[in-house]
């Protein structure tokens, strides 16, 4: 139950609303409120709040915000791409578009004090102005000017106004004290919420045809799997509306009833088991994992010989970047044209299909092939748009450790290394049934 949330100069009406929108944080709330004080005093001039992903820090704050209507400015780091944007932002919110206009252009820190304390001097503050600051890549503020971090810390002092500057952040404060020194900011910790917390925030969401106990004991079933390997609230709550249609299967076929709670667990494990390997990745869509849940138990019994963990544990684009690995180790180099490249104009039959060529190119094995040309395939082959990217790098370094590539190149040649797909056939089709793609059209021994 959420407690009442109580602090002179705020109205109680209002307080009792943010307790309401805050579970599990009125702790947190009422501690920001002392250090906030009343509207009309002077209050403390940096405060530093910090906590994993997920864990209310700026739920909190924006709720306390609008709902008491206090003056403020969101500023997000990676909104604000220079310091001169995160100037006329703040210019902007607290005096308006004048005010913001009398920015030069590329101004200095000097420049914003200056112009906040004309400002001032016309429109002094009734009550505290508060500057939040939404680090989510904390990175960079550290990386733009030395002077920047020290001077918000300190500008209640600067501008000579009764302004307070909130930062937010994943990272503590020790890793973004200035080496030359700063004002200390106090500082406010949000631990990680229990799995008690979990459970009753998720509760919260519950769909309006099922009972709330129904929807509690779901939720239950789902921290049971997923509690030990993610905490992050935004990732449970994906994962409980993704899979939730599939916990109520049993309800719409008459099969159960809402009191049948083992039932209706053994019908939800296998697909929590293997909704495992979507945690934080997010590479497809709630869509396609529910076209991939049903291509799978169709081909379910397709799959023979074949070891089950290796072949639910592959990441989407990992499969993928495995069967462009295989149609380049199994394809000569100069079919790639007639294959994948979509206007590839006319291409004789007679130099496209040599006669001396009677040799299977699976009898003889796979050939080692450069790490542009699979790539090339990779992006031809996929169904959709992806840039390259880290990503895409760390998972082809995952299937040469899983030993589905083999790296054919020396490690001192970076300029051009070279792999070769280490699967058999009835692996890739198994592979490429599960992501809808029919290989073998692909291949250049069955034409």
């Known amino acids: 139950m959420t407690g009442p949330l109580q602090h002179p100069g705020y109205d109680e009406e209002k307080l009792r609303k943010i307790a309401e929108l805050l579970p599990c944080r009125e702790v947190q709330a009422e501690l920001l409120l002392s250090l906030m004080g009343q509207p009309e005093h002077r209050s403390y001039p940096a405060i530093f709040i910090y906590g994993h992903r997920a864990s209310g820090k700026s739920h909190t704050i924006n709720m306390i915000m609008k709902e008491l209507e206090l003056p403020h400015v969101m500023v997000s780091c990676v909104e604000c791409l220079s310091v001169a944007l995160l100037f006329e932002q703040v210019l902007l919110s607290f005096f308006g578009a004048d005010a913001a206009a009398l920015l030069p252009r590329g101004p200095s820190l000097s420049d914003f004090v200056r112009i906040y304390r004309q400002q001032c001097s016309d429109s002094p503050a009734k009550q505290t102005r508060y500057i939040v600051s939404i680090m989510e890549k904390a990175e960079m503020?550290?990386?733009?000017?030395?002077?920047l971090l020290p001077a918000l810390l300190r500008l209640q002092e600067l501008v000579e106004d009764n302004v307070s500057v909130i930062l937010l952040s994943e990272i503590v404060w020790d890793k973004f004290r200035p080496n030359t020194g700063c004002f200390e900011p106090l500082l406010l910790h949000f631990s990680d919420y229990s799995k008690g917390e979990l459970q009753q925030i998720l509760s919260k969401d519950r769909h309006p045809s099922y009972s709330a106990e129904f929807y509690s004991s779901y939720i239950n079933i789902l921290l049971g799997v997923f509690y030990s390997v993610c905490r992050d609230l935004r990732e449970l709550r994906h994962l409980a509306a993704l899979n939730f249609s599939k916990f109520c299967e049993p309800l719409e076929e008459g099969k159960a009833k809402e009191s049948d709670t083992h039932k209706l667990w053994r019908n939800i494990e296998?697909?929590?088991?293997?909704?495992?390997?979507?945690?934080?990745?997010?590479?497809?869509?709630?869509?396609?994992?529910?076209?991939?849940?049903?291509?799978?138990?169709?081909?379910?019994?397709?799959?023979?010989?074949?070891?089950?963990?290796?072949?639910?544990?592959?990441?989407?684009?990992?499969?993928?970047?495995?069967?462009?690995?295989?149609?380049?180790?199994?394809?000569?180099?100069?079919?790639?044209?007639?294959?994948?490249?979509?206007?590839?104009?006319?291409?004789?039959?007679?130099?496209?299909?040599?006669?001396?060529?009677?040799?299977?190119?699976?009898?003889?094995?796979?050939?080692?092939?450069?790490?542009?040309?699979?790539?090339?395939?990779?992006?031809?082959?996929?169904?959709?748009?992806?840039?390259?990217?880290?990503?895409?790098?760390?998972?082809?370094?995952?299937?040469?450790?899983?030993?589905?590539?083999?790296?054919?190149?020396?490690?001192?040649?970076?300029?051009?290394?070279?792999?070769?797909?280490?699967?058999?056939?009835?692996?890739?089709?198994?592979?490429?049934?599960?992501?809808?793609?029919?290989?073998?059209?692909?291949?250049?021994?069955?034409?």
């Open 141 to 147: 503020l550290r990386d733009t000017d030395a002077n």
């Open 270 to 447: 296998p697909h929590l088991k293997k909704a495992m390997r979507t945690v934080y990745l997010r590479e497809v869509s709630s869509l396609q994992w529910e076209k991939m849940q049903e291509m799978e138990e169709k081909e379910a019994g397709a799959v023979r010989g074949l070891s089950a963990h290796t072949h639910v544990e592959l990441p989407y684009y990992s499969k993928f970047l495995l069967i462009a690995a295989y149609l380049a180790s199994y394809n000569p180099a100069r079919t790639d044209k007639r294959f994948f490249v979509k206007h590839h104009g006319k291409i004789k039959k007679t130099n496209f299909l040599k006669k001396n060529e009677k040799t299977s190119n699976h009898l003889l094995g796979p050939k080692p092939f450069p790490l542009d040309r699979m790539l090339a395939i990779f992006h031809s082959v996929v169904d959709s748009r992806v840039a390259p990217s880290a990503s895409i790098f760390s998972q082809i370094s995952s299937l040469v450790t899983l030993q589905l590539l083999n790296q054919a190149s020396h490690d001192d040649q970076l300029d051009a290394p070279k792999y070769k797909c280490a699967v058999s056939m009835d692996f890739i089709c198994a592979i490429s049934r599960t992501v809808n793609f029919d290989i073998v059209k692909y291949l250049y021994d069955f034409l």
